[in-house]
Nanobody
Framework: QVQLVESGGGLVQPGGSLRLSCAAS????????MGWYRQAPGKERELVAS???????NYTDSVKGRFTISRDNGKRTVYLQMNSLKPEDTAVYYC???????WGKGTLVTVSS
């Protein structure tokens, strides 16, 4: 059974940085397309960034140049490095195996002074 566990969320001041991690157990991690999504209060969940098995990446426009998604297949982990954080980045961030549809439970990121 596949499980995803996110970590690294927390409270950060505007302009600060955080790195989220998502560790996967089960399945064949190296072949999966992975994604980070977020859901802010009162808003729909949106895809923030994705990475293919070949490490090609895509980002939503609002995070381009600030966020970087990466993966370590040996550690079965996908990362989201978030720099220059803004209050509007506040949300619960979810990891997902896009290939199969599995979701993690999410980690809260709060950007506030």
């Amino acid at each position: 059974q596949v499980q995803l566990v996110e970590s690294g969320g927390g409270l950060v001041q505007p302009g600060g940085s955080l790195r989220l991690s998502c560790a996967a157990s089960g399945g064949i991690f190296s072949i999966y397309r992975m994604g980070w999504y977020r859901q802010a209060p009162g808003k729909e969940r949106e895809l923030v960034a994705s990475i293919t098995s070949g490490s090609s990446t895509n980002y939503t426009d609002s995070v381009k140049g600030r966020f970087t998604i990466s993966r370590d297949n040996g550690k079965r982990t996908v990362y989201l490095q978030m720099n220059s954080l803004k209050p509007e980045d506040t949300a619960v961030y979810y990891c997902r195996i896009i290939t199969t549809g599995y979701w993690g439970k999410g980690t809260l990121v709060t950007v506030s002074s």
